[in-house]
């Protein structure tokens, strides 16, 4: 059955959005350059045994500028703050894509007519070399636009729902005995298998909408620079390189902002 794409799609912001939720969320690299067995060290958990230590001043600079307005602010600490986050959390997004191509792959109906689902695939191109990623969409199909839930999911998209036409995704799954994953290869019988972390119907039915992506889509977590976006912002002599300097590459899933 063929649905009219809705009109909310037609816009490039949305698709702008969708990207920039993708590649920010699983593509802000920091490469911290430690020695691989130096990250091993002990835990403290007792408050007391902290050692002393002071906060740094919110309004002074690193170089002792005290921020007594708003253009000093801007000059001086907000991009220092920045770099903090950039160095210290996040991490830093390699580079630029060339272009994005979208593909619609399939659409239908869900919950007896009440949702419009769409597939979509998005296909990010840097040089010579793609990466392409699925999202899953759900719409309420009696309204034109409403508001939508976005999110990465973490076992596939066909996890999150059983129903039977979202594709089971070929990218490499986590192992999960209770769902049958066994052999890092999503299975028929992992549909629907996170449903209860996705109350669809009832999003459904209050009138929103959903928007999904599975995040082993973007990098499958394996713990190298061999698959996921990282070819497409590193060539080989990079990647071993990185893995002789016990460089490691910090994804922020779950962070969003990310």
């Known amino acids: 059955m063929n649905i009219p794409l809705n009109s909310y799609f037609r816009h490039t912001n949305f698709w702008h959005i969708i990207y920039m939720h993708m590649v920010m969320a699983l593509t802000l690299i920091s490469l911290n350059i430690y ?18 230590y002071l906060l740094p001043s919110i309004l002074r600079s690193h170089g002792g500028i005290e921020i007594n307005n708003a253009s000093d602010w801007e000059e001086f600490r907000r991009a220092e703050i920045i770099n903090s986050f950039v160095e210290h959390v996040y991490g830093r997004v ?11 792959t399939e659409q239908g109906t869900y919950l007896n007519g009440a949702a419009n689902r769409m597939q979509v ?8 070399k793609k990466h392409s990623a699925d ?3 759900y719409l309420p199909s009696n309204k034109e636009k409403v508001p939508i839930f976005l999110g990465y999911n973490f076992q596939g998209n066909h996890s999150i729902v059983p129903d039977e036409e979202v594709f089971i995704t070929k990218s490499w799954v986590p192992i999960n005995q209770s769902t049958g994953v066994e052999t890092n290869i999503a299975v028929e019988h992992s549909r629907g298998s996170m449903s209860r972390r996705w109350p669809l119907e009832m999003i459904i039915n209050e009138g929103y909408g959903i928007t999904t992506l599975y995040r082993g889509d973007i990098d499958p977590d394996k713990d190298d620079f061999s698959d996921g976006v990282h070819p497409l912002f590193y060539h080989k002599s990079q990647q071993d390189l990185i893995k002789m300097n016990g460089e490691q590459l910090q994804l922020g899933a779950g962070d969003y902002h990310k």
Do not use: A
């Open 135 to 137: 999202l899953l969409i």
């Open 94 to 104: 390699p580079g630029e894509i060339d272009t994005m191509l979208i593909n619609i």
């Open 35 to 52: 020695p691989i067995h130096s990250q091993v060290s002990e835990v403290n958990y007792d408050e007391s045994k902290v050692s002393p």
């Open 121 to 128: 695939t998005l296909t990010v191109v840097k040089d010579d």
